[in-house]
């Protein structure tokens, strides 16, 4: 299966025909020689093949970083992709500099990711913070420095940008003329603007799809050639919107857009903090909701999330449409009620109003942008102190994603106190099934969904359920 792919690698238009399911980093290393892109873990944890990805919408060029290493080809149409050859201007630019300076590279094998992350951070628009910095970087990994020199210079490249030489302007034309962009930028607008205009193939109706792939590619890695003659990138909708007190979310939507959306903040206060805990910057701009509903992984961390809020799926085959509550999809490990030919379009909840509280708890063996041992969601609604609804959900303690129907359906009408969690915690361990596996024991994922749960409690009531009373 081949396809003709056209974008642009950066300042080159690219026209070729193709397998659309290649990897971007391949072509890039093996079709291109671009070997700054370094190739290694190929599962989007150390960053080296970080790369800057340019789409222009609504008369607007935004850029973000994402891993090469998980990207389809075929995902890139109409874009303009940068690598850290096409960064290259006549002096070294201000990250760079600021690298040298804090002696933050040593090998080297990482550093053209770091510089990559570092500019995306600054060609995002957002204000010059360093905990935004750190986040833009925190996809990255480095062997050699410790990470002190890194954060130093991620620092000085904030306080450079934040100066009155500098005044904190992040457009492309501020950016070249302060020597961090080369000048052909400024024409890629009008000239990805002119790339759109040209015709798009039409999906087949056999075709299946690749979200962002970033689990897909790391759980094949070997089976490539299978997968490059089944997949092809289709266009399921990537949007958020409400409508009649509904919240619908397209399946091709980014972890990133949802954790960067108003109206989700809107709703859940504490929602960055939730995906700091799932993914870094750059799988978050690449991994679709639909994608890792799919998945139908037990841990699966939105789809945990969306369990807690009584999510429903919108299906699509083409020539039908079917709604099913998102507790039923699943029949069992990694199976779902899909049938031939259908797709996720999208994912719906109701919008919650009066008082509620909402929570997301995962322990994994690193912190942060770890695959869960066990995770967990809490959704409550309450009244003068009683809990009028309660929805949660669990991962990694069942061979699917699990609604806690039980524990759900015993908080409803209960007093917010000790008693109740304690009672909740019981009826908890009879719903669960947990096997020992890599992530740990089964008798260990019991105790870590028992703290889980407390930590809901202390997150959403604080102010009855203290942390060192459960002590």
């Excluded at 093996?30 to 800057?52: I, N, S």
């Excluded at 961090?180 to 205009?197: C, H, N, S, V």
């Excluded at 700091?276 to 992984?297: C, D, K, M, Q, Y």
Aim: hydrophobic fraction near 35%; glycine fraction near 10%.
């Amino acid at each position: 299966m081949t396809e003709n792919i056209n974008f642009i690698l950066n300042s080159a238009l690219i026209s070729t025909l193709i397998d659309p399911t290649i990897t971007l980093l391949d072509f890039i290393r093996e079709d291109r020689k671009l070997t700054g892109t370094k190739t290694g873990c190929r599962e989007g944890d150390c960053g080296a093949c970080t790369v800057l990805a340019g789409i222009y919408s609504g008369g607007t060029l935004t850029y973000k970083t994402v891993n090469s290493c998980l990207l389809p080809l075929g995902n890139i149409k109409g874009q303009h992709i940068v690598t850290i050859e096409g960064l290259s201007t006549e002096e070294i630019s201000p990250v760079q500099k600021a690298f040298i300076e804090e002696g933050a590279s040593q090998c080297g094998f990482c550093t053209p990711g770091f510089i990559v992350s570092l500019t995306g951070y600054l060609l995002s628009g957002g204000s010059s913070d360093r905990d935004k910095a750190l986040d833009s970087i925190g996809g990255n990994i480095c062997r050699c420095t410790g990470y002190s020199s890194i954060k130093r210079a991620a620092d000085k490249v904030v306080k450079i940008f934040n100066s009155e030489s500098y005044s904190g302007k992040t457009d492309i034309e501020s950016l070249i003329n302060t020597g961090l962009l080369p000048g052909y930028f400024k024409d890629i607008p009008a000239r990805l603007a002119e790339l759109q205009e040209k015709p798009q193939r039409v999906r087949a109706e056999t075709d299946k799809f690749i979200g962002g792939g970033t689990d897909l590619y790391v759980q094949q890695p070997g089976k490539l050639r299978e997968i490059r003659t089944e997949f092809l990138k289709g266009h399921i909708p990537e949007t958020i919107d409400s409508e009649g007190g509904i919240c619908r979310i397209g399946g091709g939507t980014t972890f990133e857009a949802m954790n960067s959306s108003p109206l989700l903040h809107s709703l859940f206060p504490e929602i960055e903090k939730y995906f700091r805990l799932i993914a870094s910057l750059p799988i978050r701009n690449s991994a679709t909701i639909g994608g890792n509903i799919v998945n139908a992984s037990p841990i699966g961390d939105t789809t945990i999330i969306f369990l807690a809020l009584d999510a429903w799926v919108e299906l699509n085959s083409g020539t039908k449409k079917r709604t099913l509550p998102l507790k039923e999809l699943y029949t069992g490990y990694k199976t779902l009620k899909i049938e031939k030919g259908e797709y996720l379009e999208y994912i719906g909840f109701y919008i919650p109003t009066g008082k509620y509280a909402f929570n997301f708890e995962k322990v994994s063996k690193r912190s942060h942008l770890d695959i869960a041992s066990v995770n967990s969601a809490a959704f409550f609604e309450y009244s003068e102190g009683v809990i009028t609804n309660a929805r949660i959900s669990a991962g990694g303690v069942s061979p699917v994603p699990l609604f806690l129907s039980k524990s759900s359906e015993f908080l409803a009408g209960k007093a917010i106190s000790y008693e109740t969690l304690s009672n909740t915690l019981g009826i908890m361990q009879t719903e669960i099934l947990p096997i020992s596996d890599v992530r740990g024991s089964g008798e260990y994922k019991r105790l870590l969904l028992n703290q889980l749960c407390k930590a809901h409690f202390i997150s959403m009531f604080p102010e009855i359920i203290k942390e060192e009373a459960l002590l």
